[in-house]
Each structure stands twice: as structure tokens, then as C-alpha cells.
T-cell receptor, first 114, second 117 residues
Framework: DSGVTQTPKHLITATGQRVTLRCSPR?????VYWYQQSLDQGLQFLIQ???????AKGNILERFSAQQFPDLHSELNLSSLELGDSALYFC?????????????FGNGTRLTVT | AQKITQTQPGMFVQEKEAVTLDCTYD???????LFWYKQPSSGEMIFLIY??????QNATEGRYSLNFQKARKSANLVISASQLGDSAMYFC??????????????FGPGTSLSVIP
């Protein structure tokens, strides 16, 4: 058990809808990362937060947004969903940025857009 | 820009044999770190080993070792004495830094390893 909790585990929704994925990092970890894993795109970095502030941005679509709250949990909001958004979404946390501190991953949220 | 290449989409290895999974990277930052992760069919991402760009020795962690060749920008994972439970996807990842707060960790496309009994 990595200590990172993601909910829900599975999500099935229709095109055009909006969903929210939730992540609770390991106790004490200040940094949260979001990744999208699809079959044809591999593990794509979306965004990183550190202690409540956005710090690094990757290939995140404008339809997607995220935030990290004062209690350090994070949410990833996906709107105007398309079939191509179907993927496994991972949250990871780290106790700090940089150096040899590994990312600890949650078990992911499997999103299916129909 | 950061980039990770894993040229072996799929690999097979006989049980108890050693196997090397390739990873090459590209960065202009002299300070960086390299990670290897394992993803079994159950889906979770498991951290295996870390190598820093200034580390003098190759990293080792149990049956995992990292063959780090800085000049060639390669960081190959060596798994010794393969076990059936090693069958999984393996991802190489890179972090540039250190940076106090900016932390974009990117992953390669992965290599699927199958261990044959």
C-alpha cells in the first residue's frame, strides 16, 4: 500500500459530461502529481502541485483543471468529456520536490467515456 | 526538453536468467534523477530504483541494478535471477533538478517483460 488514495476506482460516464477525480496524498507529502495513462499515449504528465500551488504543467488539456486544497488533497476535474479521454488517471505524491524522493502512486481511477 | 526512450516494446526472459531493459534519456540539465517503476497487470505503479546524475556508483536494490552510463545518457535496468512475478511493464522516468518546487517527472513508453518458466 503506497499510502496514496484515489477515488473513485472506476468511473463510467457519457460524452460531454464532467467528472471529478480525487486524490489524498501520503501523510506528510506536500507534492501531488497527476498522470494520464492510455494505451496509445503511455504515461503522460498532466500537472504538479506543491503545498497548494500549481508548479509544473504538462500536456493537460484546457478542458481539464486541477487544484490542491489546504489539507493537501487534490482534485482533477475533467469536463466536456470525449471518447479519447478514456484512460487510467494516476495521482502520485512525494514528500518534496527534486532529488531522490520517489513518486508514490495511487491505484488510479479508470475512466470510461461512452 | 526532457525525453525518455525505451526502445524495447516487449522482452522475454527465461526464469532465473538476468535481463537488461534499456532506457536512454535527453536533458540539458546537468542535475537530474532517473527512476524505474514496475507496473504489474493489476495496474499499480511500484518504485524500484533511483540513480542521481552525480552519483558515483551505480544504484542497486536487491535483484535490481542500474547500469548508468552518463556520457551515453543511458540508464539500463538489470534484473538478476528473473522470477515469474517480474512479468510486468517497466517504466523509466526522469526528473530534472534540483528545483525547489518545479517538478516535472516524465516517463518513457515502457517495456513489457514476460518471464518464461
Amino acid at each position: 500500500d503506497s499510502g496514496v488514495t484515489q477515488t473513485p476506482k472506476h468511473l463510467i460516464t457519457a460524452t460531454g459530461q464532467r467528472v471529478t477525480l480525487r486524490c489524498s496524498p501520503r501523510s506528510g507529502d506536500l507534492s501531488v502529481y497527476w498522470y494520464q495513462q492510455s494505451l496509445d499515449q503511455g504515461l503522460q504528465f498532466l500537472i504538479q502541485y506543491y503545498n497548494g500551488e500549481e508548479r509544473a504543467k504538462g500536456n493537460i488539456l484546457e478542458r481539464f483543471s486541477a487544484q490542491q486544497f489546504p489539507d493537501l488533497h487534490s482534485e482533477l476535474n475533467l469536463s466536456s468529456l470525449e471518447l479519447g479521454d478514456s484512460a487510467l488517471y494516476f495521482c502520485a505524491s512525494s514528500d518534496r520536490t527534486g532529488g531522490n524522493s520517489p513518486l508514490h502512486f495511487g491505484n488510479g481511477t479508470r475512466l470510461t467515456v461512452t | 526538453a526532457q525525453k525518455i526512450t525505451q526502445t524495447q516494446p516487449g522482452m522475454f526472459v527465461q526464469e532465473k536468467e538476468a535481463v537488461t531493459l534499456d532506457c536512454t534519456y535527453d536533458t540539458s540539465d546537468p542535475s537530474y534523477g532517473l527512476f524505474w517503476y514496475k507496473q504489474p497487470s493489476s495496474g499499480e505503479m511500484i518504485f524500484l530504483i533511483y540513480q542521481g546524475s552525480y552519483d558515483q556508483q551505480n544504484a542497486t536494490e536487491g535483484r535490481y541494478s542500474l547500469n548508468f552510463q552518463k556520457a551515453r545518457k543511458s540508464a539500463n535496468l538489470v534484473i538478476s535471477a528473473s522470477q515469474l512475478g517480474d512479468s510486468a511493464m517497466y517504466f523509466c522516468a526522469m526528473r530534472e533538478g534540483p528545483k525547489t518546487s518545479y517538478d516535472k517527472v516524465i516517463f518513457g513508453p515502457g517495456t513489457s517483460l514476460s518471464v518464461i518458466p
